[in-house]
């Protein structure tokens, strides 16, 4: 049993000296401290591939008999990829997938990973995903920038995180940033939507634009002739923020509180660690607030 980054964090979130609390443990540490189960390959290239990361991930974190969260996204793909080839050949046995998407469903088919769909209530031991991008220290993070078929799933994806017991991001370098900035997509009920946007752009006012997301064609305010719809059937505002995003849980809160909107991009209290592939290999990134979880085997 190892407790990662135990010392890093206190309960309620209190913030320590950065030094002390933000972690910076190279992939091939741990591997010297965990049990040998765990062989990490240090890339050789200048820069660590994300794909690197995600096999990295998988070997570390999961065992066999695992409930998994699939994510969405290229990292995400290759882990669960990855994770049908150790079924395949024996390294791993008995790990189920829960898929946060139609595009990690139809991954994890091709890759041979069983299936179960998510029920209310359910526990899943480990859970990844791709970000758009994931904070330094708060491991804050934004999901849902992208609009491809198939991962329009942000309320999805954050109830699968929430049940797992560990939740960690598989990201690039340049998706790892000090400061959360740009867009955070909000999912609104299509009725009366445009009382729902005024309302937030009301909200927002001189801190972000509102602009609905079109299925295809020219974005704009109004989303052009064709908004995209989600599986769920739900409209996207994308809120684009003009200065950096000092305050990410007001944020939330405020547009939680907002009649229509049913889900938004922010992840805030689910994310365990990130893997960041960078130019020194992968490294595991910590929250600076205390988790739930100090432990793995
Ligand atoms: O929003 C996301 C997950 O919910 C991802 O950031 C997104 O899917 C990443 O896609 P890709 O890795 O293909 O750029």
Redesign the pocket.
């Known amino acids: 049993m190892w407790a990662i980054d135990s010392t890093i964090s206190d309960e309620g979130g209190r913030r320590a000296d950065s030094h002390k609390h933000e972690v910076f443990m190279a992939v091939n540490m741990m591997a010297g401290l965990a049990s040998g189960t765990f062989s990490m390959r240090r890339s050789t290239m200048a820069t660590c591939k994300l794909e690197d990361a995600a096999k990295q991930t998988v070997d570390y974190f999961v065992k066999d008999g695992m409930l998994l969260g699939l994510?969405?996204?290229?990292?995400s793909s290759a882990a669960i990829s990855y994770v049908g080839q150790k079924l395949s050949t024996g390294a791993l046995r008995d790990v189920v997938g829960v898929p946060m998407s139609s595009l990690s469903a139809s991954k994890a088919s091709q890759a041979g990973l069983p299936l179960r769909a998510f029920e209310n209530n359910m526990k899943l031991d480990f859970a990844f995903?791709?970000?758009?991008l994931v904070q330094e220290g708060t491991l804050f993070a934004i999901?849902?920038?992208?609009n491809v078929e198939g991962?329009e799933s942000i309320l999805k994806?954050k109830t699968i995180a929430k049940a797992a017991n560990q939740f960690v991001f598989i990201v690039d370098e340049p998706v790892f940033t000090q400061e959360l900035t740009g867009v955070v997509p909000v999912l609104i009920q299509q009725e009366d939507w445009l009382e729902t946007a005024e309302e937030i752009d009301d909200l927002f006012l001189g801190d972000a634009e509102v602009w609905r997301r079109p299925s295809a064609g020219e974005a704009g305010p109004m989303g052009g002739d064709c908004p995209l719809v989600t599986k769920e059937g739900h409209f996207i505002l994308d809120l684009l923020f003009t200065s950096t995003i000092t305050n990410p849980s007001e944020i939330a809160e405020s547009l939680e509180a907002i009649n229509g909107v049913v889900g938004h991009g922010l992840i805030l209290d689910s994310v365990y660690a990130s893997a960041v592939a960078g130019r020194d290999g992968v490294k595991i990134r910590t929250s600076l607030f205390k988790r739930a979880f100090t432990s793995m085997q």
Do not use: C, P, Q
């Open positions: 994510g969405t996204g290229s990292a995903n791709d970000a758009d999901i849902g920038r992208k991962r994806e």
